[in-house]
Structure formats: C-alpha cells, structure tokens
C-alpha cells in the first residue's frame, strides 16, 4: 500500500470517473458503437477495482476521506469511505457492470437504433455516479444532490422510448421521486436552522445538544424522504406500479440499488445521526407492515417482473428490521442482506428480462414450457430465485439466519414477531416464486410464440414486441456472473458476515467516522 | 442562533400548500405548476433557515449573511430546473400519445376494477341462472295443479259412472227379485232375462247402452285432455327454451363489452 494520502484521494474516483465518461459518450453521440461500449465497460471496471481497493483500506485503516473543493471537513463537503460505505459500493459497482454487460449484449441486434446506445448508457453512468455519490457523501445535502443524480438518470432510463405506457408508470415515479425530494429539501432546511450545519459528522455531534422534539421532527422527516426512496410500506406503493414498464437492465439496477441507496440513508441515519432513538418501534412496525404487505401482493400477481417488484418491497422489510433493532448483530444481518438482496434481485430482473426477449411476454397465463425451450434461461432463473426464497445454504438463508439470530437475541415481543413474520414472509416468497417456475417453466408449452414477430396490442404506441432465440454469448454470460457473484457469498460468508459485523461496529461505535470526518485523529 | 422571521416563513407555508395541492391534481400541467411553486417554496424555505439578511459583504460590516444556505439554495434551484424541464417534456409526450394530460389509474386499480367488473358478470350471470331457474319451477308447480285437478275431475266422473252402473244393476236386480216374488220359477226367470235381452226390452237395454255411452264418452274426454296436457307441456317447453336463449344472449353481449374493454397492459391477468 501507498499510504493513506493517495489512497483517500481515491475516494471520488467511483463518482467522478461515471460522469466524466456519461458526458464523453454525449459528446460522441450516436456513433462508434464499439468504442461507446468499451468506454462504459472500462469505466464501470475501473470503478469496481477501486471500489474494492478502498474497501481493503477502509477496512484495515479505518474511514478515508476526501474533501472536495479545498474546503476542510465542517465547512466543506467530503467523501467518506467507510466499511459500510466501500461495501455496498463494491457490490453496487460489480452489479452495475454486470448490467451493463448485459445491456450491451442485448443491444447488439438492433443495431437501426441509435438511440439506445447515445442516450440509454450517458443515463445509466449517471445514476451510477448518484449511486456511487450516496453511499460516499459525508453531507445531507451531498446526499440529496446524490439522491438528485441518480434519479434525474432514473427518470430518463424509466420512460426510455416514451411509450404511453412507460411514461404513465413515469408520471408516477417521477412525482413520488419529487415529493421525497422536496421533504428531503425541507428537512434540510429544518436541520440547518437547528444545527448550523449539514456534514453527517458534525450533525451527529450537534444533534446530541437538540431539545428531544426538535430532533424528532428532523428524524421523522428525513425517515420519510428516505422511506420514499426504499419504497417502505406506506410509501411503497409507486414502485410495483413503475418499475416493471421500463426496459429490463434499467428495471434490474433500479431493483438492485435505488432501493437500497435508500436502506442505506436509513442505516446512516438511525446509526449515526440519530442512535437509539424512540423511532426503533415505528421502524419495527412498518418493517413488518413491508414484509406482509409486499408479499401477499406478489402471491396475487401472474406477471413475473410485477411479482418481483412485489417480493423486491417485501424483503426491504428485512433489512428495515435489522436497522430497527439498532444492535451491531441487527445492523449487521441488515448490511449482509443489503448485499445479498442487490445481487440477486438485479439477477432476477435481469433473466426475466432474457424471458421476455425469447418469449415476447414475462405473463405466466401465457408462459410455458420454458425448461424445455431455453434451460440456460431455467437455470438462471431458478438458482437466485430459490436464493432469494432463502433456501439453506445459499446467502438468502445466511442473511435470514442473521437477522433471526439477532432478533431472538434481543428477546422482546416486538422482535420475535418480527422473527415469525420474517419466516411466514420466506416461506411465501417461495411459494411466490415457485408459482412462477411452476408455471412459466414446467409445465408444458402454452402457445408457439417463440422465434417471431408478435403484433403489440393497438394502441399502445408500442413497437411489435420482436422475439428472438438468438443469444448472444454475453448475455447469459452476464447473468451468470451475477448469479456466480449470488453463490459466491455462501463460499465466503465466513469472511463477508466477519465484515458485515465490523462494519456494523464501526456504524454503532460513531467515534471512528467523525473522528476521521473531523481530521481529530490524523 | 438567528430568530427567523416570520414573513418569508408565512410565504413558505402559503407556498408549500399551494404546491402540494396542485400536486394532487390529475392534470399533469396543473402538477407541473405545483412542482415548481412547491420547489419555489421549499427553496424559500431553506434560505429562510439561514438566518437574516445580513448586511453587504466585503464592507467589512458585522453580521453578514450565512453563505452556506445561499449556495444550497442555488443548487436546489437549478435542479428543480432541470427536473421541470424533464417533466415538462414529459407532459407534452403524454399529451402526444393520448391527447390528454391526465394521469391514467395505476396497473392495479384497472386491475381491481376489471376484477370488479368481472364480479358484476358473474352475478349477473348468476342471477340469470336463478331466474331461469326459478322459471321451470313454477311451470312444473303449473303443470303438476292441472295435472292433480285432472286427477280430481277423473275421480269424480268415475265414481259418477260407478254409481249409475250401480243404480241400474239395482233396478235389474229389483226387476229380477220382482219376478221371483210373483212365484216364477228360475228357469223360466232366466229366460225372462233373456228374452228380455232378445226381445229390446227398453229398461235392460237402456242400461247397458248407456253404460257404454259412459264409457264412449270418459275415453273421448280422456283422449282431449292429453291432446291438451301435450299442448300445455309443448308451450312450456318453448317458454323455456325462449328463457335460455335470452340468457345466452345476455352473458354474450357481457362477454363482448368486456372484451371490448380489455387493457393491454393487464393482458395475462385472471
């Protein structure tokens, strides 16, 4: 190593380098399509080896921190990569190229449009870079200028192509995505007239000062806007309604990560701003108002990707309960599931955006016989689905087993509720997703849609949905490493849950993020 | 810390309420409009927060302006911008494909209407069947009345028939007995009897003549009441079957107006 001077320097490299590259391919437009997915590639892999770098720094040298401008810490804005941070970084930037992968392998075939590639990537690097931008930002209003980011590129990649259909399930999302925003904004606003101040660190310190009722509001606020974004019971019913129109690589990271950007801003929130405050008991309530609620809505659903934003809303709750329970066992069951559950949901997105290419529709009334047809497909689809269920002795199961140890450990009422609803929720999630294997791959074939033109209904502005059994060799190729990197957290649980439990203790210690934030200990 | 003053405080609130009103609206112009006097208010808002005005920079003065919400507020401004200008794009696209800027129901709720719908035609259908139903049952009750009240005038008409047949039996035998009590021997009453068999007499031939009259007459009777016992059960069946037809027709044309009304982005669903 280095040392930690140009290690820390590091630190904006997953920010800045996805912008840098989005306004590139702006500027090349439509043309050079290789050299344009090469750029995304590159940049994305770059990402990713630094994410990890700074994951082994932070881990074994403490927080790194940037300040941006020039400004030192309190007056400033920084960078922070901690354990959590760096973690959820790697894993959001090992997904995000994995998409990207894939929505270049899916792309090569219509090669008439331009503009997929001209708009559709410079969008995706700068959600990534928002993305990146959250889990780093050491200021709220970094945070919210992340949150900004990342979804002016969601709002684009959401109603790609401008079908009627996509840009109602646009208005939607767009309007939620404002109003939390606009909370956030007003949170901000109350939190500087409170404090004088918005970087993480000093908030944390200054907060500690705040009459009991001022810190609520604050708390409950920013719980709101955040809760928006994680799409949490009350507020979480834009996202089966949005997410399943856009196209499938932008359904899948939207599934993977914004969500989970917005666990992670509750993490930070309840872990450093706000330590064991009176909030754990609501928290422990909406969590199981998400499990049941998000769960019984995928029981109902027949379409695949409605029932996968159904079962996406459902496990949200596991990790709200994790972070409810504000001990370093419940934080660390949340992050190690927070890992789990971006790799896996983003796979799932991903190969039933495969079924729709083979097929022409991901409807299971119409779906069948898909073991047959394409068992590359069957495979894909059954192995992270049955990890998401929490079959043992994959991550889902690990991640479950944390947060149900933790639970118990705790011992009250309240958590071993939690506990039981968490285990009705799997078993349901898996009768869920068994459903859909029952049906759209083992029984037998429904109709001959395979390998042609199917006319789109009338009226909905749509192209004729082009079906296709040509495969390029990427796309599954990028499944499969996604559902490889979904294996492998069984294989290495030993050393992901150790770090997950260091991370968890580094959350709830504090001391060592403001230190570091607030240059105390050099 | 800095009291805030109330006025731009007031203006925020007056600001935000408007906002979020006209964010509730259907209409995505009028929520375009909310946005920007909710984004207006809120940016208010935070500058609000930053304490008072201050007095000019760089005059080496006391108490200038806090910079920091100044800066923030700038940012916020131009991403409200750039997000208005987004979903003014999107409202004229809206408006492109379906001529209208409002905003259609969610997936689920056409979902939940469909279902609904569904519902109504299957208790429509329903009570059709019940109806119908309720129909042949009556018709049979109809039938099963007449059929008893033939019953009954049957009876009667026999036991009327039994008791003339009666009566005349008794007046031979009167006649017979009549015969006796004048001393006349068996044989020669035998042959009385068939003598009067042979030679007409009126009162043994009337008897026998008018119970085959009778009896004629009962057959003939008989023989028009199932003409029209078939004839009533002919109209029943037609009463029927005019009932099913109409039913049929009904869920039908139900069928189509819902066909009609099938959402493509539902498709799939039952």
Known sequence: MDGPVPLSSLVCVPVLLPLLAAGVKLAIGGRLRRLQSLISLVTLGLSLAVSVLLLVAA?????????LGGWAAPVGICLVADRLSTLVLVVSSAVTLCVMAYSVANSYDEQEHDAPMAIFHPAFLVM???????????????????????????????TFGGTEARIRAGATYTLMALASSMLFLIALAITYGATGTLSMAQLAERF????????????????????????????????????PTAPAPATAVFAGLLTKVGVYSIIRLEALLFPSGPVSTLLMWVALATMLTGVLGAVAQTDMKRMLSFTLVSHIGYMVFGVALSTVAGLAGAVFYVVHHITV??????????????????????????MRAAPLIAVLFFVPAMNLS??????????????????????GWLPVTLVAAGLVTSLLTLYAVAKVWGKAFWRGPRADRMGRVVESEEGTGEDPVVTTTAMPAALPL?????????????????PLSALAQRAAAELMAREPYISAVLGRHP | MNSVSLLPFAACCVMITVGVTLLLERSLVRVLAGVIVLGNGVNLLIVTSGGDAGGPPFVGRPGMADPLPQAMVLTAIVITLGVTAFLLAMVHRSWQLTGSDEVQD??????????????EL??????????????????????????????????????DLERRISRVHNELEQWATRLREQGLPEEELQLRLEEAGLRDDTGALSNLERIEQLREEYERRRARQAGREKELFKQLKARQKEARKQMRTAIREERERQALAQDPELEGDD
């Open chain 1, 59 to 67: 881990d074994t040298s403490g927080p790194l921190v940037t300040d």
């Open chain 1, 128 to 158: 990534v870079a928002g993305v990146a931008d959250a889990f780093l930002s050491g200021d709220l209003f970094n945070l919210f200028v992340a949150f900004e980011l990342l979804l002016s590129g969601s709002y684009v990649l959401l």
């Open chain 1, 208 to 243: 500690a000062t705040l009459p009991e009722q001022v810190k609520l509001m604050v708390e409950l606020t920013l719980l709101l806007a955040f809760a928006i974004k994680a799409a949490i019971f009350p507020m979480s019913a834009w996202l089966p309604d949005s997410y």
């Open chain 1, 345 to 370: 949901q983003t796979s799932l997105f991903l190969v039933v955006g495969m079924v729709e290419r083979r097929t022409g529709t991901t409807s299971v009334t119409r779906l069948g016989g898909l």
């Open chain 1, 390 to 411: 929490g079959i043992p002795p994959m991550s889902g199961f690990l991640g479950k087993l944390m947060l149900v140890q933790a639970g118990l450990a705790d011992g």
């Open chain 1, 478 to 494: 990028s499944v499969a490493a996604l559902v490889t990197l979904g294996l492998s957290f069984t294989v290495l649980a030993g």
């Open chain 2, 106 to 119: 969610d997936t689920e709720d056409r979902w939940v209407r469909l279902r609904l719908r569904r519902g």
């Open chain 2, 122 to 159: 299957g208790d429509a259908v329903r009570a059709r069947r019940d109806a119908y139903r309720r129909l042949v049952v009556e018709q049979r009750a109809e039938l099963a009345n007449l059929e008893a009240e033939q019953a009954e005038r049957e009876r009667l008409e026999e036991a």
